[in-house]
Every structure is written in structure tokens, then in C-alpha cells.
């Protein structure tokens, strides 16, 4: 079993070299030359060729990768092409608000995902469930930037119950500009996780175990939380992993509608302006992000099976 | 109800919703379970045994129709009562152990949770209850049974998981006890010791049981009475030793004309018969057993058979043993 987590390590370590060799290619494949973007189009050409040398961008290509790679394990992610700024402070000064909303749309997923799942299963064909087939279909369709924009007209334009944009100071103002980026990122996994999760509890409801606990008179309530959850919410948390990347993407789009600063903001900006480092930067912090969470879903899940733990302790 | 049985099934109709239409999984059922005894049931594969002991348990799957019948615990019928009437009795009254030892038990939580779990009718402390545990572990003869509590069914042997399926069952000393085939996937020296162990823990707590199987051996060992179901109904019911030696319907004879003695360790399936079991969807008016039955004659396949007594069965439905039909 400790094979088990050896070989899922490594392949974390394998997907950030990948996405680390991946963004590098990328960059240099991009049209439009760095150095005169970040020196401007009235630098003159002594001027690039001297950028150009001291960013080492005139060495071969895997010189330049080997370069890129020692200096990231350094932790030295370049400097910001247009304040000269070391890239990881940019990067690490917007993560806490893209994370925030992260975990509001967890939130918003998880709380309401749980319990439509939990309800459709117990009540399988009611009217809760074929509101959540219903929904899970309709909403997971629809892309978050829609749902974002939508929730921004009829909430913040229309209504005015929230502010329209910005990331707001002090813990209530920023809970309340938290809410509709939230929802906007959160909504489409509610019907995905109930979905989920009403497929494994009713798997589950079919085993030999849950028959004994019922044939003991256990109530459904019991059966249901201390036998059944335990082991059908285990689908759940892999899905989970994979939805927090899926949101960290969607974050962009959030960002750049609600206004809010954080790394989607970053990185579109960074775009549009061409600044290639902070663009490579918040997309490899990103990355190594989303890499650690989805480790820890995975040994979450095997944590939970007590045969996996028995086997370590071994 | 007669004081003496401590459980009665009568004229017990189930069917199954199918696509087909209604799948008459068992017809007009009696089976009469004395108080303190070993009681076997034993038929071919898809004959109702398991949809039978489902019923009695109240947990039948959501297609099957209770269309008539009684099965009276006592003075109450079971079948009358609500979902939470029946829950108060299970695994109190009534208990249950079943096939499959290997998935029968919870794979995430201890041996111990389970076992206090299913004591919660009982107003004693944690501590208390797992000492009663302990108790019952040691009378099925789990080895350092204190120590076993805190382990999971994984770090149990199929033998051992059922030795504790049936502590569990046995700990609240039920009236009835209903074991579907508990020994079925053991190997034949297993079988063996759980099924002494069994009788043993029965003469203990005097409960009745009802023993499913497909292993006319064990029942010889270990059944005062024995019932024969075919395709949904019982053919044939009686004193385990009667029967044995002069079976009255021509398939239990079927079944006995092969000693169970010699019915090879390795399969321990009951002999297979030619031919085929009748649609239960769309039934023969007549005998079900005719298709296969060697002794048909006349009215076997127009009339449905009456119920007899003959010999030393109590009940046979079969046209051969039934006086009023000329033969
Ligand atoms: N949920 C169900 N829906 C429809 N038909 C069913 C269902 N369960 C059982 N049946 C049918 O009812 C009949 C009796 O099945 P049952 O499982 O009670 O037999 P059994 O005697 O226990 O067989 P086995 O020895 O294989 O366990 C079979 O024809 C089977 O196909
Ligand atoms: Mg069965």
C-alpha cells in the first residue's frame, strides 16, 4: 500500500514537470517577441538585444529549459516583464482571494450537492429527485460565465442586493461581494454532486451490509449516516478534486466579471499586455494548486478505507 | 395459531412485477416453524426460498406484491404491521443470517461498532454492551475476542465472519432465527463446525430457526422437520426422518434417490433433474412438477394437485398420493 502513495506522488511530481515543460514551450511559441513587449515598441534594437541577453532569451531552447527549471526550483519565477516586480509576489499576493472564492464555490456546491443527493436517494423517484435530474442537467450545461453574468444583472444591476464589482474590505463587506462569484462558479456542480452521490448511496443501499443492518431494525436514518454515507461519499471527494481545478479555471472568467482581483484577473491582464512571466507564474502556482488538492482527495479516499490504513500500519 | 409454533407462514402469495406481467413467485405457502426447532427448507435454485425469508423479514424488494396470506409471529401477522411495527421486532424477535459472509458485514466500521449497534433497544452503557459483545464472541469461539472488537470484517476469515454474523443474530435471543443458506459458502469442514455450533448455541437460547439450503445432508443432521419448495410452491412438508425414508411426492424421491451422503462434497447442489422449470409468469393449470415428473399420469397436467397427508408426511401435493383421484 505505502506503493500506492509512492506512485501517486510521483505522479503529481510527473504532472507539474509536464505542465512546467508544457507552459515553457508555450511561451516560446508564442508570436510577438517578449523583450520588445516589455521594453516597449520605442526601445531601440541595442536596448532588446541587451534584454534579451540578460533574461536569457538568446541561448539555445533546452539551455533556456534548463534554465527555466533550476531557477524555478530556486523559487525564482522570473520578474514581471512591466514593473520588474519578482513574479512569485504577484502571484502569491492575488492567490488568497482567487482561493476565497474557491472555497465559497465549494461551498455553494458541496452544502446544497450533499443534501439534494442525500434526499434524491432516500426519496428515489419523488419530486426532489426529478428536480435534481432535472436541474443537474440544465444547469451543468450552462457555461459559468453566462451564470455569472446573468446573476450579476438580476442581483447586483437589477436588484441591487450585492456590489457589482470588487473584493470589498473587511470580513462582512467581503463575505458579501463573495456570494454571487460564488454561486456563479458553485451552481453548475450542485446538481453534479447530487448526482453523484445519490448514484453511490443507492449502489451501496443494495449491499449484503445494509440488508444485515436492516434485518438488526437499524432506522433508515442510522443506516443511512453511520453505514452508508461513509462509503458513498468516497466518489464524491475524487469528483471534488477534479471540480476545484475546473473552478480555479472557471475563476478567470469570475473574476474578470465580478471585477475582483485574484489570479484569473492576473492572468487575463498579463495577457492582454503580453506579460509572458506573470502569465507562466499564476498558471504554474495554479497548477501546482490544483496538483496538491487532487493528491489530497486521492489519499483522503484511501485514508477513509480502513483496509488501506491497516495495510500501512503494517 | 397453534401455541406450539413459534412462527406460521399461511397461504402465503408473493409475486414480482415484470415486464412479462406478474411473476408468481410463490403460491399458496405453508410452513409451520415449532418453538425451539430446526426447521429445513429446501429447494432447487429460483423456487422462492429467498423471496420467502425476505417476506417473513418484512425486507422484500420493491417489486414484489404481497397479494394474500398471513405470516403470524405469535398472535400478530407480520404482514399487517407498518414499516416501523416491523423494524421493532427485527433483531429482537426475529433475526436473520445470510449467504454471503463476505459482504454481509459493514467494511468500514469495527467488528465491535456493529455488534453495539444493534443493541441499541437495550438501555446499558457503551462498556456494558461490549462486554455482551465480548460474550457472544467467545460463544461462537472467536479467539482473544476482546482484541478482535476493534478489527475490521477484512481481518476476518469467511468462517469466522460467519461465526460472528451469527453472534450478532443470536445476541438478542430470538424467538425465530431465519438463515438463508449460512453455510453455503463455507468449504465442507467449515460447514460442519458452524452447523455444530449452531445447534449447540440453539439448545442454548431455545430459539426456532429456519434453515435454508440446498444441502439435503445437513438438513438430515441438523432438522427436526424438513419442507420441499419447487417453482413457488411446497410440494412436500414433514418429519425430517418420515420423509427421508419414504418421500411421498415423486421430486423430493428424486431428490433422496441420490443418498445425500453421496452427493459429491465438492458441489453440494442438489442433484439436477432433467427437464425444465415451468414460466412462472404464465403457469400450467396443472401439477407444476408435471413437465419433469416422471410419474405423471392423467390429471397431472389438466389439475392443479390437492394438499394430502400421506405416509409419514404431513403434507404432499401430489395426484399419486391424494385417495379421492382414481389413480
Ligand atoms: N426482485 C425480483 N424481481 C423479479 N423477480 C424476482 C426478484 N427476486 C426474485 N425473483 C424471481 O422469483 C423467483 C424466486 O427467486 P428466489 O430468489 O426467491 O429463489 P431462491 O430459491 O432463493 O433461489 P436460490 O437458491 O438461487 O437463492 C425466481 O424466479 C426469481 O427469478
Ligand atoms: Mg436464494
Known sequence: MALYFIKRLLLSVLVVVIVIVALFLLTYAIPGDPARVALGPRANAELVAEFRQRMGLDQPLLVQLYNFFTSLLRGDLGRDAVSGEPVLNTVLSQLPDTLYLVLGSVIVALIPGVLLGILSARYRGGIIDRISSVLSVSVMSVPAFVIAIYLLLVFSIQLGWFPAIGAGTGFWDRLHRLVLPSLALGLAWIGYIARILRASILEEMNEGHVRTARAFGLSENKIMFDYVLRIAILPMITVLGIGIGQMLSSAVFAEVVFGRPGIGKLVFDAIISRNYPIVTGAVLVTTIFFVIVNLAADLLVAWLNPKVRHDLSR | ?327
Open chain 2, 1 to 327: 395459531m397453534s401455541v406450539q409454533n413459534a412462527l406460521e407462514v399461511r397461504d402465503l402469495n408473493i409475486s414480482y412485477k415484470v415486464p412479462g406481467g406478474k411473476l408468481r413467485a410463490l403460491r399458496d405457502i405453508n410452513l409451520n416453524v415449532p418453538r425451539g426447532e430446526i426447521v429445513g427448507l429446501v429447494g432447487e435454485s429460483g423456487c422462492g426460498k429467498t423471496t420467502l425469508m425476505q417476506t417473513i423479514l418484512g425486507l422484500q424488494s420493491s417489486a414484489a406484491v404481497t397479494e394474500s396470506g398471513q405470516i403470524m409471529l405469535g398472535d400478530t401477522d407480520l404482514l399487517t404491521l407498518r414499516p416501523k411495527q416491523m423494524r421493532n421486532l427485527l433483531g429482537d424477535r426475529i433475526s436473520a443470517v445470510f449467504q454471503d459472509p463476505m459482504k454481509s458485514l459493514n467494511p468500514v466500521l469495527t467488528i465491535g461498532r456493529q455488534m453495539t449497534d444493534i443493541q441499541f433497544r437495550h438501555n446499558i452503557s457503551q462498556r456494558e454492551k461490549r462486554d455482551r459483545a465480548v460474550e457472544m464472541l467467545q460463544k461462537v469461539r472467536i479467539p482473544d475476542p476482546e482484541s478482535r472488537l476493534d478489527q475490521y470484517a477484512f481481518e476476518f476469515s469467511g468462517g469466522m465472519r460467519q461465526r460472528i454474523a451469527i453472534a450478532m443474530a443470536l445476541m438478542a435471543e430470538p424467538d425465530v432465527l431465519v438463515a438463508d443458506e449460512p453455510t453455503t459458502a463455507l468449504d465442507a469442514t467449515l460447514e460442519l463446525t458452524t452447523i455444530d455450533l449452531l445447534r449447540d448455541l440453539q439448545q442454548d437460547i431455545g430459539c426456532a430457526i429456519i434453515f435454508i439450503t440446498h444441502h439435503l445432508g445437513v438438513v438430515a443432521e441438523l432438522c427436526q422437520s424438513v419442507n420441499i419448495m419447487y417453482a413457488g410452491e411446497m410440494v412436500e412438508s414433514g418429519p425430517t426422518r418420515a420423509v427421508f425414508d419414504a418421500p411421498q411426492h415423486p421430486y423430493t424421491e428424486l431428490l433422496f434417490n441420490c443418498d445425500p451422503a453421496q452427493i459429491p462434497e465438492r458441489t453440494r447442489h442438489l442433484p439436477t433433474i432433467g427437464g425444465e422449470l415451468p414460466s412462472l409468469i404464465n403457469l400450467p393449470p396443472g401439477c407444476v412438477f408435471e413437465g419433469r415428473c416422471p410419474k405423471a399420469f392423467g390429471p397431472c397436467a389438466e389439475i392443479h394437485p390437492r394438499r394430502v397427508q400421506s405416509g409419514g408426511s404431513d403434507m404432499v401435493k401430489c395426484h399419486l398420493r391424494d385417495p379421492e383421484v382414481p389413480q
